[in-house]
């Protein structure tokens, strides 16, 4: 425990002789309940909600659907469902294609680079499937209808704490 403090601290020190970096990642924190990823945090919401609803209750709560841009949030993603549910649920996160038809983009406003669609998606079946959830039975994405209630996994940056 001490030697990982002070390799904190040298860290910390050796960043504020540097110029123009800042250990800010180092001082920032999630709300209880959330899940540490880098500068993000992360929450598994269990109440269903369709689309629109979700992207709601993410906003009041300071972020977005869950955007993911690499396949190591994707799992940590796909860990938090796991260990929220209990057992693997469909579960929205924050890509959709509402508003053109095959461009796909983050409810955040981050840039589409990654994704894990499963093999034959998106397909665009019939009533429109505009968003995104991670199906429970692959634990790939899908495209579905954003009328369907599904939990869903909300995305925020860490709170910096301020001196």
Known sequence: MASALRSLLLLCGICGLLAGVSCQTLKGYCPKGWTRLNNRCFIYQHDPRSFP??????????????????ALENQVVIEIIRAAAGTFKDTWIGYQDSILEGDFIWTDGSSAGFDDFETGQPNEGVPPEDCVDIEASTEQWHDDNCADLSPYVCAKKVHIKKH
Do not use: P
Request: aromatic share 0%; hydrophobic share 40%; glycine share 12%.
């Open 53 to 70: 609803d979700a992207e709601r209750v993410c906003n009041i709560l300071g972020g977005n659907l869950a955007s993911i841009n690499s």
